[in-house]
C-alpha cells in the first residue's frame, strides 16, 4: 500500500522536499500545502485536479498548486512510470506567489524537452538544498512562463466543503477527529458528509483519517527520536495497544519493528 498521503508533514516545515519514483501509481483525492510536480516517463496516467481531468504520457510534466484536490490513478490493465516531487513555497520563494496567485494558460506541458527530463531524473542522487532549489526554480521556469497576469486563480466552489473537510483533518490529526466532530465544527449533518466524503475519496472518513494518522507515524518514527507512546499521542490515539492494533493492521508490522527497519534509535 503507498502510505504517502503528504497533508500532515509535507507542507508544514520550511525548506521541504520530496522526490520518489512511483509506478503504476494510484491515489485517492488529498490534499496538502505543498506544491507538487509530476513527470511522466512512460506509460500513461489520469491526473484529478479539484474539477479538471488531466491524461498524462510519457515526457509529460504537470504542476500541482497548494491546497488544491487531486487523485492519481493508473487505469486497469495499463501501466505507467512517473517522477513525484513535493515542495514547500518556500523554496522557490522568488516565483511563488505569482505562480499561486494567477491562473496558468497551462499547468500540463506536453513533451518537455529531454534537457529538462534528465535533470528531473538526476534529482533522485541530490539531497542539498543549492541542488534542490536550483532544480526547482529551473523546472518551475517552464510554469511561470504560463503565468496570466490577467487573471487571478480562484478554488472551484464545489470543492469548497471537500477541502475545508481536509484542513480541518490536517489540524486535528493529534485529535480523535471524528465524523461527529466534523459535523459538529462545519455545522453540517453528519451523514450527509459521510456520504459526500465517501462519494468524493471512494473511502470513508474514518478510513482516511486513520490512514492520515498512521501515515503522520511513520514519519514520526522515520524521523524523529520520540517515544513510540509519545507519537501514538500525537497521532491522536489513546492508548498504546490501539495505536499498536492500528498500525499493524495497517502497515503489517508493529510501530517497534517499522522503527528497526527505518534505523532510528528509540524503541520505547
Not at 48 to 61: H, M, T
Not at 108 to 128: A, E, G
Not at 199 to 217: L, Q, T, W
Amino acid at each position: 500500500m503507498n502510505m504517502v498521503f503528504y497533508e500532515i508533514e509535507h507542507g508544514i516545515g520550511t525548506n521541504h522536499f520530496l522526490y520518489e519514483r512511483n509506478t503504476n501509481h494510484s491515489f485517492p483525492l488529498h490534499m496538502h500545502r505543498c506544491y507538487e510536480m509530476v513527470l511522466m516517463l512512460d506509460g500513461e496516467l489520469n491526473i484529478q485536479i479539484d474539477n479538471n481531468k488531466y491524461f498524462l504520457k510519457a515526457g509529460d510534466l504537470i504542476l500541482v498548486k497548494p491546497y488544491r484536490i487531486h487523485s492519481y490513478e493508473t487505469e486497469p490493465g495499463k501501466s505507467g512510470t512517473c517522477l513525484l516531487c513535493v515542495f514547500s513555497d518556500d523554496l522557490i520563494a522568488a516565483v511563488s506567489s505569482s505562480i499561486s496567485k494567477y491562473k496558468l494558460h497551462s499547468i500540463l506541458l506536453h513533451d518537455v524537452p529531454s534537457l529538462y527530463r534528465d535533470f528531473f531524473i538526476h534529482m533522485q542522487d541530490r539531497n542539498d538544498i543549492s541542488s534542490i532549489k536550483g532544480f526547482l526554480y529551473t523546472l518551475c521556469s517552464l510554469f511561470y512562463l504560463e503565468i496570466d497576469y490577467t487573471t487571478e486563480d480562484t478554488f472551484a466552489g464545489s470543492t469548497q466543503l471537500l477541502r475545508d473537510i481536509f484542513i480541518y483533518i490536517e489540524n486535528n490529526v493529534d485529535n480523535s477527529c471524528t465524523l461527529h466532530e466534523l459535523a459538529k465544527e462545519l455545522r453540517y449533518n453528519e451523514s450527509y458528509l459521510s456520504r459526500m466524503f465517501f462519494k468524493s475519496v471512494g473511502i470513508s472518513f474514518s478510513e482516511y483519517v486513520r490512514n492520515i494518522k498512521i501515515d503522520h507515524a511513520c514519519y514520526l518514527l522515520k524521523n524523529s527520536n520520540e517515544s513510540i507512546f509519545s507519537i501514538a499521542t500525537k497521532c491522536g490515539y489513546a492508548t498504546h495497544s490501539s495505536f499498536n492494533r492500528c498500525f499493524k493492521q495497517l502497515i503489517g508490522i508493529t510501530p517497534q519493528e517499522y522503527r528497526i527497519q527505518n534505523g532510528t534509535g528509540c524503541q520505547a
